[in-house]
């Protein structure tokens, strides 16, 4: 029902974009969000945005470097990656929520992603 894509390898300092293909079944009129994870981290909330990309949700550690944004009509969720560190390689899952605005509870999203590996070497 999710499917998150445009994960890789780069340089400290780079951007990529990654995406995530739903359902409209899915996602019409529900929160998305963006998670990762990494080696023996627990999984952790990186960006949300509302049913209609009008209220977005940032982690302190990427906010004024990633944007979340969505395609409504599309079904599509993206998240824009800039100035990279190394400490944000983890594996990147995206979420579907039980409501319409976006919220950083892992416990509020019913429906996942198989992530995607994102590495930012030093």
């Known amino acids: 029902q999710l499917q998150a894509s445009g994960g890789g390898l780069v340089q400290t300092g780079g951007s990529m974009t990654l995406s995530c293909a739903a359902s409209?079944?899915?996602?019409?009129?529900?929160?998305m969000a963006w998670f990762r994870q990494a080696p023996g981290k627990e999984r952790e909330f990186v960006a949300g945005i509302s049913w209609n990309g009008g209220t977005t949700l940032y982690a302190d550690s990427v906010k004024g470097r990633f944007t979340i944004s969505r395609a409504y009509a599309a079904s599509t969720m993206y998240l824009k990656m800039d100035s990279l560190k190394p400490e944000d390689t983890a594996v990147y899952y995206c979420?579907?929520?039980?409501?319409?605005?976006?919220?950083?509870?892992?416990?509020?999203?019913?429906?996942w992603g198989q992530g995607t590996q994102v590495t930012v070497s030093s």
């Open positions: 409209r079944r899915t996602v019409s009129n529900n929160a």
């Open positions: 979420a579907a929520g039980r409501r319409s605005i976006a919220s950083s509870a892992n416990t509020d999203y019913t429906s």
